[in-house]
C-alpha cells in the first residue's frame, strides 16, 4: 500500500460479511494490479495469466457488472452496501491498511491507496454478501435502500 497525505481522498472499506473472508468460499485470489486503485474498487480477475500459485494480474479489459443496494450507516461512518449481483471473475480490492508512521495523523485509512504493481486480496463477491464503504466512494445522494451499480470508469458506486 502507498500513502497519500490529501487526508479523506481514498475510499475507506472494509468486508462486513462476506463468505469468502469468513469462510473462505467462494475465494480470495492475489491479484496483481495494472492500475493504481482503493479498498473497495473493484476489478476483474484475469483468468488467463497465472502469475504464480494463487496470484493472477488484473484484466484491465474485463466488464464490471455489479448491482447492490445500501442497507444502512455503520457505528463508524460507513455505509453497508448489500450485494444483488455480480459478474463471473470480479473481486473486491482490499489490504488492510497498516500505517508504519507512528503519527496518529497518519494512521487515517483513508491515507491509503495499493498502488500499481501491489499484490491484494482479491475477494470474490456472492449475492447477500455486505461490505462497508466510505460516503466518497459514491456518486449520487446516499440513502438507505438506494440501489447502486459500479461504474469502472470512475472507479464509483453510482447511486
Known amino acids: 500500500m502507498a500513502i497519500d497525505i490529501?487526508?479523506?481522498s481514498h475510499k475507506v472499506a472494509f468486508v462486513s460479511k462476506v463468505a469468502a473472508s469468513n469462510v473462505g468460499s467462494p475465494h480470495v485470489f492475489n491479484i496483481t494490479l495494472e492500475n493504481d486503485h482503493d479498498n473497495g474498487d473493484l476489478v476483474?480477475?484475469?483468468v488467463t495469466t497465472w502469475e504464480s500459485f494463487d496470484n493472477y494480474?488484473?484484466?484491465?479489459?474485463?466488464?464490471?457488472?455489479f448491482s447492490?443496494?445500501?442497507?444502512?450507516?455503520?457505528a463508524?461512518?460507513?455505509y453497508y452496501v448489500e450485494v444483488l449481483s455480480v459478474s463471473a471473475d470480479v473481486v473486491f480490492v482490499y489490504n488492510s491498511p497498516v500505517s508504519p508512521y507512528p503519527e496518529k495523523e497518519l494512521q487515517d485509512e483513508s491515507l491509503?491507496?495499493?498502488?500499481?504493481?501491489?499484490v491484494v486480496q482479491g475477494i470474490s463477491l456472492i449475492r447477500g454478501d455486505?461490505?462497508?464503504?466510505s460516503a466518497n466512494a459514491f456518486t449520487g445522494t446516499i440513502v438507505d435502500g438506494a440501489t447502486v451499480v459500479y461504474n469502472s470508469s470512475t472507479n464509483k458506486y453510482d447511486i
Do not use: H, P, Q, W
Open 44 to 46: 476483474v480477475r484475469d
Open 130 to 133: 455486505i461490505v462497508e464503504l
Open 57 to 65: 494480474a488484473e484484466d484491465t479489459s474485463g466488464t464490471i457488472t
Open 112 to 118: 491509503f491507496y495499493n498502488e500499481d504493481g501491489d
Open 68 to 74: 447492490g443496494v445500501i442497507r444502512g450507516k455503520g
Open 6 to 8: 490529501r487526508k479523506g
Open 76 to 78: 463508524n461512518g460507513g
